[in-house]
């Protein structure tokens, strides 16, 4: 029985060393799976080196990246209301410069810087183009746009949509920072967009409630810029004439020693 067994195993050699490609193909076979393996092994360390470099300590790297990817699906929070909501609507009056008006309320539990942008610099800017706003305050942004001629003098339809877009962004800031445009840029993936704002051309003739809105807030925007040019409130002392001061308590003084006088002529 082993001597059958030997040569059985003797004449598989022998097939075997007559079929060399099924050697060089095994060879092949068990070369390629090693390269791949190490090649995968390779790419799994790379991977796992490419994550190392971020800045996030004692982070696991895989929970960070569902986590990132959540973020970006969801939709971003809205720190501002705006009034109007999407539009921004403009009497048409062409080769004038007309106004629009927009409310800012910031329905956040911080401060929050607030940026204009628009595809149009050269026809249009915004009063203020920026701020920052406490939680629960509002403002009203004025803005300017220049109408050009139409082309042939043809007449605009009412309710006209423009090419001209405005963007309004936020950016959540501490209490008492100043702000200025360059916040938006050193934060850049902290800043929200609100919204996008079409421009609306209404009909300056026609009186609709769309343009009487806009000439209540525009009333409202001109009444808070009068109002922050007003100088403060003096509570100094009173300055009359050139340099002469009253001082209470000198008044007294001098009323005091009026009536010792008084007193004193008298007694004579």
Not at 117 to 136: D, E, I, N, V, Y
Not at 197 to 225: I, T, W, Y
Request: charged share 25%; proline share 8%.
């Amino acid at each position: 029985m082993a001597v059958a067994e030997r040569q059985k195993s003797s004449s598989d050699m022998k097939l075997f060393s007559l079929c060399p490609f099924w050697q060089s193909a095994t060879t092949t076979t068990t070369t390629t799976t090693t390269s791949s393996s190490s090649s995968s092994t390779q790419n799994l360390n790379s991977h796992g080196n490419s994550n190392r470099f971020v800045d996030v300590p004692n982070s696991r790297p895989a929970a960070k990246t569902v986590s990132s990817v959540a973020r970006s699906l969801l939709p971003p929070r809205r720190r501002l209301r705006l009034d109007p909501a999407n539009t921004l609507y403009f009497p048409y009056e062409p080769g004038k410069q007309v106004r629009s008006a927009i409310r800012l309320k910031n329905t956040s539990r911080s401060h929050v810087a607030f940026k204009f942008q628009t595809t149009a610099p050269k026809s249009c800017f915004m009063r203020p183009p920026g701020g920052t706003l406490a939680p629960g305050e509002s403002i009203i942004a004025t803005v300017f746009k220049f109408v050009e001629q139409p082309e042939n003098n043809e007449k605009l339809p009412l309710d006209q949509k423009s090419k001209d877009k405005f963007k309004i962004m936020s950016l959540k800031v501490k209490a008492g920072i100043d702000y200025v445009p360059e916040l938006f840029e050193e934060q850049r993936e902290q800043v929200t967009v609100e919204r996008i704002l079409r421009v609306v051309f209404l009909d300056a003739q026609r009186p609709s409630p769309a343009l009487e809105k806009l000439k209540c807030q525009l009333d409202e925007a001109e009444a808070a810029v009068e109002a922050r040019k007003k100088p403060p409130p003096d509570t100094g002392p009173r300055v009359v004439g050139e340099g002469l001061v009253i001082d209470e308590w000198k008044e007294r003084r001098e009323k005091y020693l009026a009536r010792q006088q008084v007193e004193a002529v008298d007694s004579v």
